[in-house]
């Protein structure tokens, strides 16, 4: 089914949702005569961009108080969608665990043949969930269950053994001093992913910037471009810059 059916299938789906106050997804896919794994995907897709909730079988319409839109989220789609920008069909890349770094999922629906490779079990759910069901694989190593993601020695072990097109990492701070950083005391991860990429992304809002935060995660040279938000500051823009860091600004509707 082509992207332009499937978005006019999720639009129809939500009018319905919201109009009767739930659907199942069994009748759902008996209307739209397709199968059951389509429609959840439609429903995790739609959940994932804050349309409605999903519940066991199926699906009810976003409570009231929650439909007032989250700036903070929009943010975080806004530089999803430009860092997807950079990603090419067929591309191997490694997506780290992170708020930020899931607002990159659903813009990978538009990709074709993608390996993708996290340590994040939330992302790991998201990608299982997408139309054009990109090849996934999972570090494994050590359960931290504080970030929900996989550390340690044996996830380094195992990225070790891939090379990747692009690693897309976020951020807690970006000391403008040093480079990235991090209320994470396990860095060691983040830095194998970058240094088994050949292009290494960060992805974090413009209120990070200028953070300091006394984990330094990246510095300065071992990544080449950085997705923020229009809200940067000109200035703080092109003292990034004079380091030689591509700086993407997603403009947030």
Not at 169 to 198: H, P, Y
Not at 228 to 244: F, H, M, N, P
């Amino acid at each position: 089914m082509s992207k332009r059916n499937t978005q006019q299938r999720r639009h129809q789906i939500l009018s319905q949702i919201n109009e009767a106050g739930e659907a199942s997804v069994e009748e759902l896919a008996r209307q739209f005569e397709t199968s059951e794994v389509t429609i959840r995907k439609d429903l995790a897709a739609m959940e994932n961009n804050g349309l409605l909730l999903r519940r066991h079988g199926g699906a009810i319409p976003l409570p009231r108080e929650l439909v007032a839109e989250d700036p903070l989220s929009q943010t975080k789609r806004a530089i999803g969608r430009a860092a997807a920008e950079l990603i090419r069909d067929h591309n191997r890349i490694v997506i780290d665990y992170g708020r930020t770094t899931t607002g990159l999922i659903p813009e990978l629906n538009r990709k074709r043949g993608l390996v993708v490779m996290t340590n994040s079990l939330h992302v790991a759910n998201q990608l299982r969930e997408l139309e054009n069901e990109p090849t996934l694989l999972m570090t494994g190593g050590t359960w931290d269950p504080h970030f929900e993601a996989f550390q340690g020695q044996v996830a380094e072990q195992v990225l070790r053994g891939y090379d990747f097109d692009q690693a897309f990492i976020g951020a807690d701070g970006i000391d403008l001093e040093r480079g990235t950083c991090t209320f994470n005391e396990q860095i060691g991860l983040s830095r194998v992913m970058a240094d088994v990429a050949r292009e290494v992304v960060v992805m974090a809002e413009s209120s990070k910037v200028g953070r300091r935060i006394p984990n330094l995660e990246l510095s300065w040279e071992m990544f080449g471009t950085l997705v923020t938000d229009s809200g940067i500051d000109d200035k703080v823009c092109a003292q990034l810059e004079s380091r030689g860091l591509r700086v993407i600004c997603a403009e947030v509707n």
